[in-house]
């Protein structure tokens, strides 16, 4: 039970590894010819590598101790997400016209309890950070409101942490989902997320030191919207101006999910409007 545990890479890597497993995938009956061709190729990739670089033994011994280390920090799904899944998100969502999607990392629950098309994610009393209203609709590329559309939303707090994957967090702080009304607006009253750290003391922020790289992702906001008879988008949204916008170490931002708030009317904090667009199925 992570609460009980320090905020580790081995910890936060481990429940990241145990919430993987828990999801429901798709079974996929790959061809032996498409396993053949992938594997192969990788792995051709690879050797060119040595030979070009004439790898040494010591080096390889280096890699393969890193990789066993990789496994027992249970870091393999923040390494993928990290360093790969922003291209799969590219070939997965070459073809959409609505909104521009980006990578899903390695923290996402499902099933946070739902909230009305109004609400304040459930956070601790005095959550600290900018309180933000990020508000918008729920479309069809046709642009049809999306009645009732799910807005799932999960983000780290003003330390940079996400609750299950860090210790001392409430169950659900900073993660719903946020059930639109029925002209597919929604209205969330949150905080700002701070930018996210790799951590240090695992095998990636191992490898991050090694390589003479930051460990930086920028302040972002993830979510998964949905709705009948549409194509689920994941995506993730920043701020303009923040920390690693430029630089994000997982290289998923995009110009489109940019959100410049404003100071809110009321001076409760900034506010923001996004609207989704989603395509048909
Ligand atoms: C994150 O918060 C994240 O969104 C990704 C993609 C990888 C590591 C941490
Ligand atoms: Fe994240």
């Known amino acids: 039970d992570i609460t009980t545990e320090a905020a580790t890479a081995a910890a936060s890597g481990n429940a990241a590894t145990e919430s993987f497993a828990r999801k429901q995938r798709e079974a996929v009956a790959t061809s032996t010819e498409r396993v053949n061709t992938l594997v192969s190729e990788l792995l051709s990739a690879a ?3 040595i030979r070009r670089h004439k790898v040494t033994y010591a080096e390889y011994d280096v890699l393969k101790s ?6 027992q920090d249970g ?7 990290v360093w790969l899944e922003r291209v799969v998100e590219e070939v997965a969502n070459e073809n959409r016209e609505g909104s521009k999607g980006t990578i899903e990392g390695p923290y996402y629950i499902p099933d ?3 909230l009305p098309a109004e609400a304040t994610l459930p956070m601790r009393e005095n959550e600290a950070g900018t309180p933000l209203l990020f508000q918008g609709q729920a479309t069809s590329v046709d642009g049809t409101p999306l009645s009732g559309a799910l807005v799932e939303i999960w983000q780290a707090d003003n330390e940079g942490y996400y609750a299950q994957f860090a210790p001392g ?3 659900w ?5 946020v059930v639109a009304d029925d002209q597919g607006n929604f209205k969330i009253h949150t905080i700002e997320p701070a930018p996210y750290q790799i951590p240090t003391d695992g095998s990636c922020g191992k490898l991050i030191a090694a390589a003479g790289w930051h460990a930086w992702r920028p302040a972002h ?5 949905s709705a009948p008879g549409h194509q689920l ?4 949204l920043y701020f303009q101006g923040g920390s690693h916008v430029e630089d994000d170490i997982a290289s998923a931002v995009k110009p489109e999910l940019i959100l410049d708030p404003k100071p809110a009317a009321d001076g409760s904090g900034n506010e923001v409007t996004y609207d989704f667009v989603l395509d048909k199925a």
Not at 75 to 81: I, S
């Open 47 to 49: 050797h060119d590598i």
């Open 66 to 71: 890193w990789l066993i280390q990789v496994g």
């Open 75 to 81: 870091e393999w799904p923040l390494f993928l997400d």
């Open 112 to 114: 946070a309890p739902h």
């Open 169 to 171: 967090l409430p169950e």
């Open 173 to 177: 702080n900073l993660r719903g989902t």
């Open 221 to 225: 906001l993830h979510l998964k919207v």
């Open 233 to 236: 988008i994941t995506t993730q």
